[in-house]
């Protein structure tokens, strides 16, 4: 069974903390992506990667970095939480371009 | 650039009603087109899709065909349960490294 494992349910950090969040996938995917869902703004793209080492901008990267050392971990950084970084962040992986997407769980980070 | 539009929610109904969820979209070429569904306290799942033009897509009850003519992919079932209460999103690939255009989510509330 295909799978994509968050590595926290639920965080909570402090403003200024470094905060990472990890994802794994287990299918060999090319692609992996970093969103976040907020109530009536659906998902964002922040940052997605196609290969090892490479990554690129989506939508709302600002605030965030990106770690792909592995092809199957993707990493996300809030360098210095903030309250507005308070969201459900969501990793993805996929095969191929225009292959479906495989989500993990979901981290629900909150930032005091 | 490619764009996806869901109808507004949230959509409540009782037991055993017929549920319509729209969406349309704009893309180039003819993309796949997917639905997911998001039960509370998870990540998104993927709930059906289509790949080609006239295509129906189906499972779990639902169904959504691929229409270019009018360009939508609407989401519909005869009879919904409280099982079914859930986010669903409508979403389309883009054309490069698999990124996923999302529409903002329709909220179902499904009551006995």
């Known amino acids: 069974d295909v799978k994509v494992t968050q590595s926290s349910r639920y965080l909570v950090k402090r403003t200024g903390e470094k905060v990472f969040l990890e994802c794994v996938q287990d299918?060999?995917?090319?692609?992996m992506f970093w969103y976040r869902q907020d109530p009536g703004l659906g998902l964002r793209l922040i940052y997605f990667?196609?290969?090892?080492?490479?990554?690129e901008k989506g939508d709302i990267p600002e605030g965030y970095s990106v770690s792909r050392e592995k092809k199957e971990r993707f990493s996300l950084i809030l360098e210095s939480a903030s309250t507005n970084q308070t969201s459900m962040y969501l990793c993805?992986?996929?095969?191929?371009?225009?292959?479906?997407?495989?989500f993990g769980q979901g981290t629900r980070l909150t930032v005091v | 650039g490619d764009s996806v539009t869901q109808m507004e929610g949230p959509v409540t109904l009782s037991e055993e009603a017929f549920l319509t969820i729209n969406c349309t979209y704009t893309?180039?070429?003819?993309?796949?087109l997917f639905w997911y569904v998001q039960y509370p306290g998870e990540g998104l799942q993927l709930l059906l899709k289509?790949?080609?033009?006239?295509d129906k897509g189906s499972n779990k009850g639902f169904e959504a065909t691929y229409r270019k003519e009018t360009t939508s992919f609407h989401l519909e079932k005869g009879s919904v349960q409280v099982s079914d209460s859930a986010v669903y999103f409508c979403?389309?690939?883009?054309?490069?490294?698999?990124?996923?255009?999302f529409g903002q989510g329709t909220i179902l509330t499904v009551h006995p």
């Open positions: 299918m060999d995917h090319e692609n």
């Open positions: 993805a992986s996929s095969l191929l371009t225009g292959h479906q997407a495989f």
């Open positions: 893309a180039t070429g003819y993309p796949s």
């Open positions: 990667s196609y290969d090892v080492k490479m990554k």
């Open positions: 979403a389309l690939p883009g054309t490069s490294y698999g990124k996923l255009t």
């Open positions: 289509a790949t080609k033009a006239d």
